[in-house]
């Protein structure tokens, strides 16, 4: 078959292609690569071999044509080559038995660089993919047996560049998907313009096999190659955290201004997602940036934690494999709790205008502990309160108090170890239209 192209192609004779350039006795097609700019070179070739190859030039006039050659040097060292064969204003060169070479041809005034690559003497072959015993958390190191070097061509001036021969590196690994809050496996893949002895890729999070294939040319002609490694066993830790707080619109406490934490009681949820070889995880939390007094540990991927005392507490996830070789660390949320305040309204007019002052209400924040008892005059308790938070809306037995003054004890705690202990007047404003009694009598 081969025999039969290689006389077809002595019958069709050197066409021009680019610039003039053409090759015969070719079984699988040249493949052109274009040269950059500051190459100097008008293209690269690379042929899967030279055996019965001509390279050939047809002329664009009848002007002398001359070809020269040159090697790692640079086109300033370049040599007549004199085995040129002339017919008409086509020009051959046989190919047969030289190397990767670099040719400039002279044609008037005119001048065309080439370099051209003989792949046989760059062949990729693969034997084995294998994996050395020590192997680093971010890093998984591959131990290569075969032949992928690295094929060069020069400049005219000289200069050493790479033809990337674009072989492929896959295998699997995880990512985390925020819409699910899980880890899915995916498949990753690496591009090498060569390889030495080692391969170096980021370490999969799940165990998986590396498989090689290449290089394009061979993909180009049809004779990819494969090899895949025995499965690898992963010791890289990953996790994706979060922290949600639960938050409370109350219209009398007051706002602090952070991130997370606020006015105490805060309660938030802390949440991790572990990649595979997570086997020990943990939740820190600390009085310090570096974590050197770290105060609770808890070991649930998902707890959720209320925090009551005043100042920032550093808060980390910590994840390790099973013989602690590999660490993970996520961000620290800073939970910062102010300090408490409490303030004590002294009137109010529940039956005036709903919604407006209709409610005594204590102004707060911080308060991780409170009780208030209300009473009239006669000493008699009208109201209790268990939280902050509530509300006296001026009525005793569902029915709405006389106006008059009322009196409040509170006893309370703040976040910052304050105790309050207060007690003062509450007036009831009665406005003209309202309902209920005008004078106090004493109630059981």
Not at 132 to 144: G, M, N, S, V
Not at 186 to 202: C, D, G, P
Not at 238 to 264: C, F, M
Request: aromatic content about 12%; overall charge negative; proline content about 2%.
């Amino acid at each position: 078959m081969r025999a039969i192209i290689l006389t077809l192609l002595t019958i069709i004779g050197c066409g021009a292609i680019n610039a003039g350039i053409s090759f015969t006795g070719n079984s699988l097609s040249v493949i052109t690569e274009n040269a950059e700019a500051s190459t100097g070179l008008n293209n690269i070739y690379i042929l899967h071999d030279f055996n019965g190859v001509e390279m050939c030039y047809t002329a664009s006039s009848a002007s002398q044509v001359t070809w020269y050659k040159y090697s790692n040097l640079g086109g300033g060292y370049a040599e007549v080559v004199s085995t040129i064969k002339q017919n008409g204003n086509k020009y051959s060169l046989n190919l047969t038995g030289s190397g990767d070479m670099g040719y400039i041809i002279e044609d008037g005034h005119n001048r065309y660089y080439y370099w051209i690559v003989d792949y046989s003497k760059h062949q990729l072959q693969f034997s084995s993919l294998t994996f050395p015993a020590q192997q680093d958390c971010d890093i998984t190191e591959l131990t290569f047996n075969g032949n992928a070097e690295k094929i060069t061509y020069y400049t005219i001036n000289g200069q050493a560049k790479e033809i990337d021969r674009n072989i492929i590196l896959s295998y699997y690994t995880l990512q985390y998907d925020e819409s699910t809050e899980t880890y899915n496996q995916i498949l990753t893949e690496k591009s090498l313009t060569h390889i030495n002895n080692n391969i170096r890729a980021t370490a999969p999070l799940c165990n998986t096999e590396f498989t090689l294939t290449g290089d394009r040319f061979l993909k180009q002609w049809g004779n990819e190659l494969s090899i895949t490694s025995e499965t690898y066993t992963t010791n890289a830790v990953e996790a994706h955290t979060s922290a949600t707080q639960t938050q409370r619109e109350i219209d009398n406490e007051q706002k602090v201004e952070t991130t997370l934490g606020g006015s105490a009681p805060c309660e938030i949820e802390f949440k991790a997602v572990c990649s595979d070889a997570v086997v020990f995880q943990e939740w820190q939390m600390a009085t310090d940036a570096d974590f050197e007094n770290i105060t609770t540990r808890i070991n649930d991927l998902i707890t959720t934690y209320t925090f009551r005392e005043y100042g920032t507490t550093y808060v980390r996830f910590v994840a390790s494999n099973n013989d602690g070789s590999c660490d993970y660390y996520s961000d620290t949320y800073e939970v910062f709790v102010g300090e408490s305040r409490l303030e004590c309204p002294n009137a109010f007019s529940p039956e005036a205008s709903e919604g407006v002052n209709d409610e005594w209400k204590v102004s707060y924040k911080s308060i991780i502990s409170f009780e208030c008892h209300i009473f009239n005059r006669w000493g008699i308790k009208v109201a209790e309160l268990t939280d902050p938070s509530q509300g006296w809306d001026g009525k005793h037995n569902n029915k709405y108090v006389p106006a008059g003054v009322y009196y409040y004890v509170i006893k309370a705690k703040g976040s910052d170890g304050k105790n309050y202990n207060l007690n003062g007047d509450i007036n009831i404003i009665k406005y003209k239209g309202a309902t209920g009694g005008s004078t106090e009598t004493p109630t059981e």
